[in-house]
T-cell receptor, first 112, second 117 residues
Framework: GQQLNQSPQSMFIQEGEDVSMNCTSS?????WLWYKQDPGEGPVLLIA?????ELTSNGRLTAQFGITRKDSFLNISASIPSDVGIYFC????????????FGQGTRLTINP | GAVVSQHPSWVICKSGTSVKIECRSL??????MFWYRQFPKQSLMLMAT?????????EQGVEKDKFLINHASLTLSTLTVTSAHPEDSSFYIC?????????????FGPGTRLTVT
């Protein structure tokens, strides 16, 4: 099936550092979403983006919907240990069955 | 917030047997539910869309006779893995969009880890 290209695949950082990850697609999406998945759990929504160019924040998280509607990035500022996990981008099209297409994920590891 | 549950959370079965996984929306109704499969260190891959009152629609490459889906009510969908084999071992996750909600109102279950021996 279709997948989004998400990078980097993994990150190893020090606590307090900022993190940036992005997703690109060959097709246009109406909606970009960012999820976090902890081990053995389902994904939890972090941020949803609905308009091209939109920049949205949720606490230390900031995400942007690319102008071309084919990309998005997520930034995490001042990382803390509980940020550890796997982050997934997902693209969706409002029309139709609300299917989501997921990126490959970015595994974040934080050294205290 | 909206909650989606899955049962069981983990299951071990012998090769050749069938396993049923339930997905329930606990405090909202969902005419559609989605079933995903996630192999270790990989992404979520959509397997099928469960439709209340009609047949499920399967993604390309997913065997509908092997992965039986029944959307019994507006709060329950079941996935039955028939004649399971070790290669079916995976993490199965369902999601349910709130009726008439946006894409940000699609809620994921906690997943079911299936191990086939």
């Amino acid at each position: 099936g279709q997948q989004l290209n998400q990078s980097p695949q993994s990150m190893f950082i020090q606590e307090g550092e900022d993190v940036s990850m992005n997703c690109t697609s060959s097709s246009i999406f109406n909606t970009w979403l960012w999820y976090k998945q902890d081990p053995g759990e389902g994904p939890v929504l972090l941020i949803a983006l609905y308009k091209a160019g939109e920049l949205t924040s949720n606490g230390r998280l900031t995400a942007q919907f690319g102008i071309t509607r084919k990309d998005s990035f997520l930034n995490i500022s001042a990382s803390i240990p509980s940020d550890v996990g796997i982050y997934f981008c997902a693209g969706g099209k409002i029309q139709g069955a609300q299917k989501l297409v997921f990126g490959q994920g970015t595994r974040l590891t934080i050294n205290p | 917030g909206a909650v989606v549950s899955q049962h069981p959370s983990w299951v071990i079965c012998k090769s050749g047997t069938s396993v049923k996984i339930e997905c329930r929306s606990l405090d909202f109704q969902a005419t559609t539910m989605f079933w995903y499969r996630q192999f270790p260190k990989q992404s979520l891959m959509l397997m099928a869309t469960s439709n209340e009152g009609s047949k499920a629609t399967y993604e390309q490459g997913v065997e509908k006779d092997k992965f039986l889906i029944n959307h019994a009510s507006l709060t329950l969908s079941t996935l039955t893995v028939t004649s399971a084999h070790p290669e079916d071992s995976s993490f199965y996750i369902c999601s349910a969009p709130r009726l008439a909600g946006g894409l940000d109102e699609q809620y994921f279950g906690p997943g079911t880890r299936l191990t086939v021996t």
